[in-house]
């Protein structure tokens, strides 16, 4: 069984940065691939950001391309998101997940595990 927890978020103002962190347990962990998806209220959840575990291959949302950028520690089995010149319509919680198999990164079905999820807040 694979646990994930995200931390990172908080409250901040427009232009400023966060870097989120979902750190992964499970003695097997070797995921195909880890991904950001984001959801705020009243909207459907997003695709944000993806990595390859094996190759490091990455993937963003129109949205957050060149403000974003999706990192990983394959041995601290640790994601991170670092998030720049944010704005505030990325205000949502953000949820790490992992895709254990091959699929499309950039859809929420390809991946198995979920993290709690993280508020992240950006005030003008």
């Known amino acids: 069984q694979v646990q994930l927890v995200e931390s990172g978020g908080g409250l901040v103002q427009a232009g400023a940065s966060l870097r989120l962190s979902c750190a992964a347990s499970?003695?097997?962990?070797?995921?195909?691939?880890m991904g950001w998806f984001r959801q705020a209220p009243g909207k459907e959840r997003e695709f944000v950001a993806a990595i390859r575990w094996t190759g490091g291959s990455t993937y963003y949302a129109d949205s957050v391309k060149g403000r974003f950028t999706i990192s990983r520690d394959n041995a601290k089995k640790t994601v991170y998101l670092q998030m720049n010149s944010l704005k505030p319509e990325d205000t949502a919680v953000y949820y790490c997940a992992a895709a254990q198999i091959p699929g499309i990164v950039a859809s929420g079905y390809a991946y198995q595990y979920w993290g709690q999820g993280t508020q992240v807040t950006v005030s003008s």
């Open positions: 499970g003695r097997t962990f070797s995921p195909y691939a």
